[in-house]
């Protein structure tokens, strides 16, 4: 059996980041992520890598920003807060077409909201988070392994696209800790003809900007980055199915909310009810093709949350409507008991709301 | 088992310290003795001694907690009441104390107290399968780092090697290479061994000074880490 070690769900996303070849972190602490930080701090330097605390997560993710400009594997952590004060950058990133790995560990919102864990930045991922027409890859861990090696995949999908890739994680998945080990990560190399590497008077020099001063070039630039982004959506939307052959009731589930759901299928199941999960792992690109195949088979979803529903256009989206999708929700720092997801289901498969 | 009047566990972040003290405090109250126990974790905002108030209550051990603890406040303050761990010496009482050398900085509040009594017994909490401190080497540089934060020298090596619901009595006993070089090179005895109960019923008589702890099973614990621990494959 490979190596085995205890971490937790932060440590593992930073010791992944490291064996993905990623030598430079940039970021701000903030509850409850600051392990990724703390642990690069430790590290980083004893692997020749650059750890540095900015003075915000403005001036972090312009940090990424720049060493993704110059082709470096580059990431930085933070929480719902500090995401969002990142929007700008973000965007920034995603108007230039550079690769970058960032990591959200939600916790309960809006405003200061609270530490306790959460998944209201749903929204605010799947849908770009800054502004203009942009996407980011969302990758959705449900365990500490899966954020390890949803951190390997995350980095080597933004240099497959060259956007960003981004960890929507919660505070429990962060904190929790669970054995786990590192035998599958497989660095995938991506050519960057873009980087700012120096020309050494042998090219001509590179630019990356994600300014435009003619409209119609910043248009084609916009309609060709929506190419990429269908290409995105038909390759790399991944789900895991739980006890859905014969299914009635789909219980949709990601994160920590799908551990939950995953013990109150099997209760169900135990009492007759014939439920399954989905489990999104991308939530961009949202699995609609697993949604909209147990559309034909089930007779109601059931989307269990840590938000007030905002998964729930998605599965609608998913599967035009043709069954009923109620919610089943804890919000603030609070999260779903098994008898609470069971109760829902047993409504659902009752035909209520 | 040597005891003194109070008992601290310190050690890197993840390595099992809270687990232990409550699991000490229960054991000492059930040898007779007047127990109090006082979370001092300023570092962790998740999973603390608070969560074991029902069976802590139950047992009759007072617990400390510091007032937002598990709530949103993101405020590092200690508790008032702990003070009187020190000052009340009929009592016997067990400090858990926050990860590495940032969680041990709560301790110089009262390691001066602690010096002066001399009754103490601070014990480093060691688990090999934490990834940064694979070896006794990484976990003697944590040792020192706590020890200079927090005013006060570890006296005892507590091993807790484990690797969560997957842990056998197999990778607890291959685990003694590693404290016995641990203890060589910090000078101090291996004072405990402390393993989840079914682990422990497999290491009756096969180590010494053995502390069976009860877990607590967790909300998102899947379907298959339920139930005594054994290696299977995780969610995923």
């Given amino acids: ?353 | 088992m040597d005891i003194k009047r109070v008992t601290l566990f310190a050690g890197h972040y993840g390595s099992g310290k809270t687990n232990i003290a409550v699991n000490f405090a229960l054991y000492l109250q059930k040898l007779g003795k007047r127990t109090a126990i006082a979370d001092l974790d300023i570092v962790n905002p998740y999973f603390r001694t608070k969560d074991s108030a029902r069976e802590l209550a139950q047992a009759g051990v007072e617990l400390i907690s510091p007032q937002f603890a598990n709530s949103n406040v993101d405020l590092p303050a200690l508790p008032a009441e702990a003070y009187r761990l020190v000052e009340d010496k009929t009592l016997y009482a067990v400090m858990d104390i926050g990860g590495d050398d940032r969680g041990a900085y709560a301790l110089g509040r009262y390691a001066p107290f602690l010096r002066e009594e001399n009754d103490f017994q601070m014990a480093f909490v060691a688990n090999p399968y934490r990834p940064l401190t694979r070896t006794p080497e990484e976990a003697l540089e944590v040792m020192r780092e706590i020890e200079a934060a927090g005013g006060l020298p570890f006296t005892a090596i507590v091993n807790n090697a484990n690797l969560a619901h997957e842990t056998t009595a197999e990778h607890v006993l291959a685990a003694a290479g590693y404290m016995a070089e641990l203890s060589r090179l910090s000078g101090l005895p291996l004072w405990m061994t402390t393993a989840e109960e079914h682990v422990a019923k497999a290491l009756q008589g096969r180590v010494e000074n053995l502390l069976p702890m009860t877990l607590q099973a967790k909300y998102f614990d899947l379907p298959e880490q339920k139930g005594p621990p054994r290696a299977r494959p995780l969610f995923g």
């Fill in chain 1, 1 to 353: 059996m490979a190596e085995r070690v205890l971490m937790k769900g932060n440590e593992a996303i930073a010791e992944a980041a490291i064996r993905s070849g990623c030598r430079h972190y940039f970021g701000y602490p903030i509850t409850p992520q600051t392990e990724v930080a703390a642990y690069m701090a430790k590290r980083m330097p004893k692997i020749d890598g650059v750890f540095l605390q900015a003075e915000s997560e403005i001036a972090s993710i312009n940090m990424v920003y720049g060493a993704a400009a110059a082709g470096m594997r580059v990431m930085t952590s933070s929480s719902s807060p500090g995401i969002s004060l990142m929007g700008e950058g973000l965007s920034y990133i995603a108007g230039s077409d550079v690769p970058a790995f960032v990591v959200n560990v939600q916790r309960g919102g809006p405003g200061l909201g609270g530490i306790q864990p959460s998944q209201s930045d749903y929204f605010q991922a799947t849908r770009g988070g800054g502004h203009g027409d942009y996407h980011m890859i969302v990758l959705a861990p449900a365990s500490v392994q899966e954020m390890a090696s949803l951190t390997v995949k995350g980095f080597n999908l933004a240099d497959k696209y060259s956007m960003i890739a981004m960890i929507l994680a919660d505070g429990t998945i962060g904190q929790m800790m669970e054995p786990i080990s590192f035998e599958d990560v497989e660095i995938e190399h991506y050519d960057k003809p873009w980087a700012l590497t120096g020309t050494q008077c042998q090219r001509r020099h590179n630019i990356v900007n994600s300014l435009y001063l003619q409209p119609d070039v910043l248009e084609k630039k916009n309609f060709e980055r929506y190419e990429k982004y269908r290409a995105v959506e038909e390759n790399e939307a991944l789900h895991e199915s739980y006890m859905m052959d014969d299914a009635e009731v789909c219980v949709v589930a990601f994160g920590i909310a799908s551990r939950v759901a995953k013990n109150a299928v099997v209760a169900a199941r135990a009492e007759g009810i014939k439920a399954g999960l989905i489990r999104p792992i991308t939530l961009w690109p949202f699995p609609k093709k697993a949604l909209s195949e147990a559309a034909d088979q089930v007779k109601s979803f059931l989307s269990v949350e840590l938000s007030m529903g905002q998964m729930v256009e998605d599965i609608q989206l998913a599967t035009g409507c043709r069954r009923p999708v109620s919610l089943c929700n804890r919000v603030g720092g609070m999260i779903p008991s098994p008898d609470q997801v069971l109760a829902s289901i047993r409504k659902a498969a009752k035909g209520e709301n």
